[in-house]
Nanobody, 131 residues
Framework: QVQLVESGGGSVQAGGSLRLSCAAS???????????MGWFRQAPGKEREGVAS????????RYADSVKGRFTISQDNAKNTLYLQMNSLKPEDTAMYYC?????????????????????WGQGTQVTVSS
């Protein structure tokens, strides 16, 4: 079992920054041992979409086109924590943001930004960007 707890959301004006954190716990897995971890978001009335992912052993990253150059995903293995640094925020970034982990390797087939490839999810943290 893996428990994921997000934090760091909030309300900011357009152009501002936020850093989301996702603390992972559970006796079986460390971040390093997972196939991948990712950040996803879901706005009201929309499907959940992949924002960024990281292969936790190689640190290879992937980003949605809409956030490239603005968001940065990173991990701290010592703290077993995943981060998402969000800069130059736009109103369209407003959503609930979720952290997820793939412990089965399905991101290798489905792709690192496919929500269906992840089997553990946090409860989410709200990000609201005002214009």
């Amino acid at each position: 079992q893996v428990q994921l707890v997000e934090s760091g959301g909030g309300s900011v004006q357009a152009g501002g920054s936020l850093r989301l954190s996702c603390a992972a716990s559970g006796h079986t897995y460390s971040i390093y041992s997972m196939y991948a971890m990712g950040w996803f978001r879901q706005a009201p009335g929309k499907e959940r979409e992949g924002v960024a992912s990281i292969d936790t052993d190689s640190s290879n990253t992937r980003y949605a086109d809409s956030v490239k150059g603005r968001f940065t995903i990173s991990q701290d293995n010592a703290k077993n924590t995943l981060y998402l640094q969000m800069n130059s925020l736009k109103p369209e970034d407003t959503a609930m943001y979720y952290c997820a982990a793939d412990t089965r390797g399905r991101t290798l087939v489905a792709g690192p930004l496919d929500p269906a490839a992840y089997n553990y999810w946090g409860q989410g943290t709200q990000v609201t960007v005002s214009s």
